[in-house]
């Protein structure tokens, strides 16, 4: 599978993000943060690369990954010189055997007289312990609380901007170092949890110049919804239902210009 190699750089006051498949493992990675003066290289599947800020990111195409290799050079074999290694004499050393005779002369009678020790029978108690019965426990499997990566960009060019997103069921929580409003230009993430997979939520927009604009709910990077609220101002309910209880679904809602 061919890849290429990207090198990317945020020369923006804003936080963007990008996407694209590892060129190592084809696995995907969504939504990779590239904080402002702030530069990336990565290795990527051709045309898998994705990003809805590539106006703000400056990208130096390294062409193909890995990069073609270049004719090789036939290098002369050296021929190898013979070396001569001298002959070093070794003279033994004669091996010395000492000759010990011991000589020991020893004469020992023992005398001893044995007296009979009289026997004893010990007497043995058997102790019974009674053995307790163990009942076991039966162990509960707590149920996991869907959670879901939400976040909300806006690329709306005509004043429009968010002012907050509440929760109708389950709580939203925005993630350190991000706020509202999320005005042009802007990011915001949060961590979405919720008892069911079914989220229901409301998006405050205010239009101060009453432009068009479009609200885009995606999932997974998928479109599911493309909403046009406006001209004005609008608290938004949105609905989304499908979502995966096994595994963490990316939310992403975005303002776009009409």
Known sequence: MACKKYTLTNNTASTQTFSYQECSNNMWIYDV????????????????FQSYYTNSITIVDDGAFPPTPSASVSTPTPTPTPSVTPTRTVTPTPTI????TPS???SVTPTSTLTPTP???PSITASVTPTSTLTPTPSITPSATPSFNFKLGNINTGGV????ITATTGTIVTKSGYSYPVDENELLFADY???????????DIKDPSASDYRVVIKINNSTSQNLTPGPGDVNLPIN?????SGSTDVIFVEIQDL
């Not at 943060?33 to 898998?48: A, D, H, N, Y």
């Not at 055997?97 to 010990?100: D, G, K, L, N, W």
């Not at 901007?161 to 907050?164: I, N, T």
């Not at 989304?240 to 995966?244: A, C, E, H, V």
């Open 33 to 48: 943060l590239l904080e402002p003066g702030q530069t990336k290289t990565i290795w990527f599947v051709t045309s898998t």
């Open 97 to 100: 055997t000492p000759s010990i």
């Open 104 to 106: 020991i002369t020893a």
């Open 119 to 121: 026997s004893i029978t």
């Open 161 to 164: 901007y968010v002012s907050g």
């Open 193 to 203: 949890t919720q008892s069911v997979v079914t989220l229901d939520f409301d998006i």
């Open 240 to 244: 989304i239902t499908g979502l995966s």
